[in-house]
Nanobody, 115 residues
Framework: QVQLVESGGGLVQAGGSLRLSCAASGSTTENINTIGWYRQAPGKQRELVAHISILNATKYADSVKGRFTISRDDAKNMVYLQMNSLKPEDTAVYYC????????WGQGTQVTVSL
């Protein structure tokens, strides 16, 4: 089992920055293959934002490339999402996701970007 707890969401003006954090815990954290972030805006499907593999290979959604950076600290079982140049269309609930042989999800943190 893996438990994921997100933090760092909030309200920010367009052009601003936020840093999301996700703390992973549980008996199988050492089996995490990829860990990352998804988001879901109202009325839309959940979509991948970014993830990072155990070999530190990263993948980003085209819409966030060049603005968001994902990183992980395995010693602390943490993953971070640095979000710069935020746009109103980035407004969503952001979920931490970890994949071992199954998917684990956090509760989500709201990010709201105002004009």
């Amino acid at each position: 089992q893996v438990q994921l707890v997100e933090s760092g969401g909030g309200l920010v003006q367009a052009g601003g920055s936020l840093r999301l954090s996700c703390a992973a815990s549980g008996s199988t954290t050492e089996n995490i293959n990829t860990i990352g972030w998804y988001r879901q805006a109202p009325g839309k499907q959940r979509e991948l934002v970014a993830h990072i593999s155990i070999l530190n290979a990263t993948k980003y959604a085209d819409s966030v490339k060049g603005r968001f950076t994902i990183s992980r600290d395995d010693a602390k079982n943490m993953v971070y999402l640095q979000m710069n140049s935020l746009k109103p269309e980035d407004t969503a609930v952001y979920y931490c996701n970890a994949f071992t042989v199954v998917d684990y999800w956090g509760q989500g943190t709201q990010v709201t970007v105002s004009l």
